[in-house]
């Protein structure tokens, strides 16, 4: 696949990209209760010009610090890639660098896939949110009688099945198989009645692949490949510890060592949990995830669609304390279907984070300024992660942080490396030619 890329000016790049969004009749009939998302406020192209500096500025300090084994970052702003950056290595131990092509485990985004799928066949008509459990899956039973004649599709999507937080996830990671978890639901203890509280699941989440089955015929991938990968063009994209192996370029996962970062075999845990953690992609996939959930693609997911999947419905008071920036910054957080839904410095974030063995993810947007981010890196350490709420903030005007801890002075870390990560590579609105 021949790879060409193009570098215009940032300014015209900047001041195509911030320009007014035309709404669509389609927008224009959305509720003003709903997010909507063709209606955009301009970001000032300065502000945005000077945070994009910042960001590679962070971004350059991480790799000098080799506070990262690899990582790929992107921004898009109304449709356009207007920054693509990456640092770092695929694999430390052969020196591969880390490229706009290279594939990563999404982990915990693969839920706004699932989530997107099941919207999909929804409209179609085949299913409904409201479907009860019980009707379309012979095996479904909690441990409440009266739970499991309620639940629906939008309680194991919204996080609001009633279950502790995370059920069977420490047996399911001890080889348990995602089959028999599902089957012992009925043994475990409710936090509270089906749809009154909220309580993150990855198996009893992924019971949508079987919904899904039972109502199609197909396979859930099969379904995600057909509706949303191929017609998003995301080439890269993919399910399974095998198609992951399988990529041109694909980044291994990395512990830190005395001196450095070591590479190891991907985990096949969460892979057995599909929809809730199984989908591979490179950012180049990422980006044109991203323009499609802020509404660029209408003919895949329109607008209907996405105010349904954003739109926030049970509360998680514990997302506002959970990290420094969360604390200061958050002042309400819900989580919708697939995506956590926060008020972030007084405006609405549209967010979701993921984490499984050697692998981070995070991506957010601002619907109001038609604006996201999404970064992918292959390694543990919280450096990267406090990235993103800084270029939030110096995109919203707010008060500047170091949330990264990257304009401070480093500590000794047990992964300080001997050499210095890969020189950074960056794109402006780069694109891809076949």
Not at 16 to 37: F, G, H, K, Y
Not at 226 to 246: N, Q
Not at 341 to 346: A, H, K, R
């Amino acid at each position: 696949m021949h790879l060409r890329s193009f570098f215009p000016p940032l300014a015209a790049a900047l001041a195509l990209a911030c320009a007014p969004v035309q709404t669509t009749s389609a927008a224009a009939a959305t509720p003003s209760a709903t997010v909507a998302q063709n209606a955009t406020a301009v970001l000032p192209p300065a502000r945005v010009q000077a945070t994009l500096a910042a960001y590679r500025r962070w971004l350059d300090t991480l790799a000098e610090r080799n506070d990262v084994a690899g990582l790929a970052t992107a921004m898009v702003i109304n449709d356009k890639v207007v920054f693509e950056h990456t640092i770092g290595y695929a694999d430390v131990a052969t020196r591969q660098p880390v490229e706009p092509d290279t594939v990563f485990r999404l982990a915990s985004l693969s839920k706004a896939f699932a989530t997107a799928i099941t919207g999909l066949i929804v409209d179609g008509g085949r299913l409904s949110w409201d479907t009860r459990l019980v009707d379309v899956l012979p095996y479904f039973k909690l441990k409440d009688t009266a739970g499991t004649e309620h639940a629906t599709v939008g309680d194991i999507l919204g996080q609001r099945i009633g279950l502790p937080r995370n059920t069977y996830d420490t047996m399911l990671e001890g080889d348990v198989s995602y089959e028999e978890l599902v089957r012992k639901l009925d043994e475990v203890d409710m936090s509270c009645s089906v749809g009154q509280c909220y309580g993150y699941q990855n198996v009893a989440f992924s019971m949508i692949g079987d919904i899904l089955f039972a109502r199609t015929g197909n396979f859930f991938y099969r379904l995600v490949d057909k509706r949303i990968f191929y017609p998003l063009g995301m080439t890269d994209a993919s399910y399974g510890r095998a198609a992951l192996e399988s990529s041109t370029s694909w980044a291994r996962p990395h512990h830190p060592a005395r001196h450095g970062w070591v590479p190891f075999e991907p985990n096949e845990t969460y892979y057995r949990v599909a929809p809730a953690a199984g989908v591979n992609a490179s950012i180049r996939d990422m980006e044109k995830w991203l323009i499609a959930q802020m509404g660029g693609r209408q003919d895949v997911l329109p607008t209907t669609l996405l105010d349904v999947l954003h739109a926030p419905a049970i509360a998680t008071p514990g997302e506002l304390r959970a990290t420094p920036w969360r604390r200061q910054r958050l002042t309400d957080a819900h989580y919708a279907l697939g995506w956590r839904v926060y008020e972030y410095g007084g405006e609405t974030l549209i967010f979701h984070a993921g984490a499984v063995a050697g692998y981070r993810t995070m991506i957010g947007f601002f619907p109001k300024y038609h604006v996201g981010v999404v970064t992918l890196w292959n390694s543990t350490g919280p450096a990267p992660g406090g990235l993103m709420p800084m270029v939030f903030d110096d995109l919203l005007g707010l008060p500047h942080v170091d949330w990264a801890g990257v304009e401070s002075a480093p500590t000794t870390r047990s992964n300080a490396a001997t050499r210095p990560a890969k020189k950074a590579t960056t794109r402006r609105a780069a694109r891809r030619r076949h």
